[in-house]
């Protein structure tokens, strides 16, 4: 089996630090939002999070959950869509990357 393609477990992402595609450090993956339902990752729990990039009312709780639809790419780090134009842009994902 080609070790490209060969399925990982989803506990290796734990532990990756996020960043966006510009290079912007996010957070850290400390755990996984599942759909045991359709066996698949909804969203990356993100700790140590770049208050920063958040601002002070998410910088005070515990973490933020990244939808997975924003993952671009997977490897020793997680890259994702740019948080900081999802968070302010579009007000229906605002309420799930506050946690």
Do not use: C
Request: aromatic share 6%; proline share 4%.
């Amino acid at each position: 089996m080609n070790p490209e393609t060969a399925p990982q477990e989803i506990t290796t992402l734990v532990g990756r630090e996020v960043y966006t595609k510009n290079g912007v450090f996010v957070g850290e993956v400390e755990d996984l939002r599942l759909d045991l339902n359709v066996e698949q990752v909804t969203g990356l729990a993100l700790h140590q999070i770049n208050a920063e990039l958040f601002g002070p009312d998410v910088s005070g709780s515990r973490g933020v959950i990244v939808p997975y639809r924003w993952v671009q790419a997977v490897g020793d780090i997680v890259i994702v869509n740019d948080v900081v134009e999802r968070v302010h842009g579009d007000e229906s994902d605002e309420e799930e990357v506050a946690a």
